[in-house]
T-cell receptor
Framework: DADVTQTPRNRITKTGKRIMLECSQT?????MYWYRQDPGLGLRLIYYSFDVKDINKGEISDGYSVSRQAQAKFSLSLESAIPNQTALYFC????????????FGPGTRLTVL | AQSVAQPEDQVNVAEGNPLTVKCTYSVSGNPYLFWYVQYPNRGLQFLLK??????LVKGSYGFEAEFNKSQTSFHLKKPSALVSDSALYFCAVRDYDAGNMLTFGGGTRLMVKP
């Protein structure tokens, strides 16, 4: 969905480095989410935010942190990257009358060497 | 906690034939069920959802899904497959125990061959 953008699209980094993945949305949604996708495991929720002052841990939050800088921006940080954080990361939003439906960004492919 | 299972890692179908991608669910209370599709190098796209009402739900791109309460299933179907339907399909359920988040199945890769 072009209304949800993620940067960078691809990133290769080394073990121990700090990295930030950014997500922006123009849908005006109040809810934003970060997922990681691993083969055979589907998508697993890392963190979610229902508004700027609300941050919640998901299923697999260890090793990650987030910041909701504005309603439209939600960033994911890996403080000290490790190889098993190599995955495809997706940001998603929901809100308004379609809060049951989530709209996904194109994903960031992260490789930790 | 709510959960969904997609028992098939991959489904192979010939173009023009009907296709079914299976999903079973486990929920306490009324299920809210979803199907998403992921094309290569793209994010997930919403296909359809079941919240209440008719057991047959129609969605995007000619897909439909049948909710079966007795079998706790929500299989995705299409009467005539297209090569362009080849993608990764995810079933999801809204998890009341986790802030109404979506819990996803592991995904099923659909391969439609000409």
């Amino acid at each position: 969905d072009a209304d949800v953008t993620q940067t960078p699209r691809n990133r290769i980094t080394k073990t121990g480095k700090r990295i930030m993945l950014e997500c922006s949305q123009t849908k005006g949604h109040d809810r934003m989410y970060w997922y990681r996708q691993d083969p055979g495991l589907g998508l697993r929720l890392i963190y979610y935010s229902f508004d700027v002052k609300d941050i919640n841990k998901g299923e697999i939050s260890d090793g990650y942190s987030v910041s909701r800088q504005a309603q439209a921006k939600f960033s994911l940080s890996l403080e000290s990257a490790i190889p098993n954080q190599t995955a495809l990361y997706f940001c998603a939003t929901s809100g308004g009358q379609s809060y049951n439906e989530q709209f996904f960004g194109p994903g960031t492919r992260l490789t930790v060497l | 906690a709510q959960s969904v299972a997609q028992p098939e890692d991959q489904v192979n179908v010939a173009e023009g034939n009907p296709l079914t991608v299976k999903c079973t669910y486990s929920v306490s209370g009324n299920p809210y069920l979803f199907w998403y599709v992921q094309y290569p190098n793209r994010g997930l796209q919403f296909l359809l959802k079941y919240i209440t009402g008719d057991n047959l739900v129609k969605g995007s791109y000619g897909f439909e899904a049948e909710f079966n309460k007795s079998q706790t299933s929500f299989h995705l179907k299409k009467p005539s497959a297209l090569v362009s339907d080849s993608a990764l399909y995810f079933c999801a359920v809204r998890d009341y125990d986790a802030g109404n988040m979506l819990t996803f199945g592991g995904g099923t890769r659909l391969m439609v061959k000409p």
